[in-house]
């Protein structure tokens, strides 16, 4: 039999916690639940986790603490659900590597449905196993999202990281269709599985992080270009201005 998916919920009041984890674990996954941000980071630190929904007003260490503790770790999914709930603080949480936010108070249902989304997403195998762009300059490996970026120059050194599941989605559907230009909504449901509930800036955001860990300088992006009023497309140049 498979092993389930182990879900990390760290909410602080318990019976939110609580009721998270009936409803995941209805869903056939494996759940932990805990309450602060340093147990939360043991817990990532001490047991393989698959995916963890994160609160951001916790005691002991806030959700942003914990969210970059883990970045500094792993790539592990995070899933935001936290009562801030503004666009801005969406917009943050998605720039600090989160891979979605929800605002509380939302649906449990609603929250399930997104863990299951992105537990596709990433327990998926995508084709190739090994995605070359710019001439082998930009190597990523679909299993392990770990990337190698070659130097421009023959004194450089390689520069080498993990993506996030859904930059490693978003770079993946834009290399399907290299030269094409994508729409934000399109590749919202690419990368999100859910485009009804369509919120302006999150593409541009995981495109803005691609650029930190791909560019050497994000403000002369060689590898996805901006297409003013319709959206982004790969371009994969070898050689760059």
């Not at 449905?113 to 190739?128: K, Q, W």
């Not at 993946?172 to 909504?185: C, F």
Request: without cysteine.
């Amino acid at each position: 039999m498979p092993v389930p998916a182990h879900i990390l919920v760290v909410e602080d009041e318990p019976r939110l916690g609580e009721l998270l984890r009936l409803y995941l674990k209805r869903e056939g996954l494996r759940v932990t639940v805990v309450a602060d941000g340093p147990s939360a980071i043991e817990a990532v630190e001490r047991d393989r986790v698959d995916l963890v929904v994160l609160d951001l007003m916790l005691p002991g260490l806030d959700g942003e603490a914990v969210l970059a503790a883990i970045r500094a770790r792993s790539d592990i999914p995070v899933l935001i659900a936290s009562a801030k709930r503004s666009d801005a603080e969406r917009i943050a949480g998605l720039r600090m590597g989160a891979d979605d936010y929800l605002a509380k108070p939302f649906n449990p249902h609603e929250l399930t449905a997104r863990v299951a989304a992105i537990l596709r997403r990433t327990g998926a195998r995508a084709e190739p196993e090994v995605l070359s762009l710019a001439g082998g300059r930009l190597v990523v490996d679909s299993e392990s999202r770990q990337y190698t970026l070659a130097p421009t120059g023959p004194r450089g050194k390689p520069k080498r990281g993990s993506l996030t599941p859904s930059e490693a989605a978003l770079l993946g559907a834009l290399a399907r269709r290299p030269g094409s230009v994508l729409g934000r909504e399109h590749l919202l449901e690419l990368v999100t599985r859910r485009p009804e509930d369509v919120y302006d800036r999150v593409i541009d955001v995981h495109v803005a992080n691609l650029r930190r860990k791909l560019d050497d300088d994000p403000s002369r992006p060689w590898l996805i270009e901006t297409i003013p009023q319709a959206g982004y497309r790969l371009v994969a140049r070898r050689d760059r201005p």
